[in-house]
Structure formats: structure tokens, C-alpha cells
T-cell receptor
């Protein structure tokens, strides 16, 4: 079974803080993704990576950056957290970028 | 127009009935189609994939694809209370990414 883990299930941060969300997969997948999920808006792609040190912007990259130094780990960084970044953050991995397997999610609250 | 459209529901069906979930998409070049199940407070779980026109069956689940009409559906036979969840349709698009619908909430009532 594919195992995707995320560093925290719940996180509370203050406005302006730098926030790191980490994702680790154990299936040697090339492709990894970060989404946020908001009621009524569905899943929106923030960034994805198809190889170590490679990254591509998704649909809503503003205010975020990513890092992929090792194949199994993909980090999402909120440079200066704002209240409109309060959301559920979901990491996914895939061998082919099509069939994606999700981690448990991190519910981030920015106050 | 949204790229992937689903009725948000809730769709209520009695236990043992067939639940029919529908999804339409706008990009004619889409090639791959997926259904995810998401329980409340949990992350999406891949349950079905379909790539060619017609039906694909897996246990109680059947995915149906009609590329000419640009719709994909998911049928759940013998619905159980444990099937109560939100079902997300996902479609491949340009740029090596999936586009997700906002999901249909299914409630299976005893």
C-alpha cells in the first residue's frame, strides 16, 4: 500500500509567521503534489514536482513556495502566513501524475 | 464554466439501492478519469479509474465513461451506510495535472 504521511494533522500559526508543511511518501514515486481544499472550492493545486529539485506552479501558487531535496519528501512553505491561507492542505504522490494518493491532510489555522 | 462539474447534493438513497453519481467535464482532450471517495474529516481515497468509453466494474462500483457526451458516472450497487461520503470526480487536463470537481455528497439511509 502507498503510504503518504504529513508532518502535522492540525496546526495553528499567527499571521506573518513562516510555516513549513512536510510530506513524505514511501513508494519511490516521481511525482508529488500540494493542494488546498476549501468548502465550495474543492481541491486546488498549489505546486507539484516531477523530480528531485524540480517544481512547477499549479493554479494558486501565490504566497507559497516548495522544496524537494529528496525524492521522498516534498515541503510546502508559507513565507508569511495570512488568514486567507487557513485551509486543509493535502499532499499527494503518484508514479504517473494521474493516479494520485493522498496523505491525511494538515488543517492549518492562521490567526 | 467550471472545468469539472458535479451536483453538490446531498444525494440520499436508501440502503440497498443503487446510487448514481454524475460528472461532466469541459476539456475534450481529457483522457483519464478518476473517482475519489472522501469521508468527512479525511483525505480523498482513489476508488476507480477509467480510460476508455464504456463501463468498468470493480465489486459494487461501476464507472461509466462517455467521451462524446463528456460525462463520467459512478454507480454504487447495494449501497451501504458506510458508502456515505463525498465523491470527487477528477479528470486529466493540460500541464500534467488533475482537475477535481467539488464533489457530490452521498447519504445512504437505513
Amino acid at each position: 500500500d502507498v503510504k503518504v504521511t504529513q508532518s502535522s494533522r492540525y496546526l495553528v500559526k499567527r499571521t506573518g509567521e513562516k510555516v513549513f508543511l512536510e510530506c513524505v511518501q514511501d513508494m519511490d514515486h516521481e511525482n508529488m503534489f500540494w493542494y488546498r481544499q476549501d468548502p465550495g472550492l474543492g481541491l486546488r493545486l498549489i505546486y507539484f514536482s516531477y523530480d528531485v529539485k524540480m517544481k512547477e506552479k499549479g493554479d494558486i501558487p501565490e504566497g507559497y513556495s516548495v522544496s524537494r531535496e529528496k525524492k521522498e519528501r516534498f515541503s510546502l512553505i508559507l513565507e508569511s502566513a495570512s488568514t486567507n491561507q487557513t485551509s486543509m492542505y493535502l499532499c499527494a504522490s503518484s508514479p504517473t501524475w494521474e493516479e494520485q494518493y493522498f496523505g491525511p491532510g494538515t488543517r492549518l489555522t492562521v490567526t | 464554466q467550471k472545468e469539472v462539474e458535479q451536483n453538490s447534493g446531498p444525494l440520499s438513497v436508501p440502503e440497498g439501492a443503487i446510487a448514481s453519481l454524475n460528472c461532466t467535464y469541459s476539456d475534450r482532450v481529457s483522457q483519464s478519469f478518476f473517482w475519489y471517495r472522501q469521508y468527512s474529516g479525511k483525505s480523498p481515497e482513489l476508488i476507480m479509474s477509467i480510460y476508455s468509453n464504456g463501463d468498468k466494474e470493480d465489486g459494487r462500483f461501476t464507472a461509466q465513461l462517455n467521451k462524446a457526451s463528456q460525462y463520467v458516472s459512478l454507480l454504487i450497487r447495494d449501497s451501504q451506510p458506510s458508502d456515505s461520503a463525498t465523491y470527487l470526480c477528477a479528470v486529466t487536463g493540460g500541464g500534467n495535472k488533475l482537475t477535481f470537481g467539488t464533489g457530490t455528497q452521498l447519504k445512504v439511509e437505513l
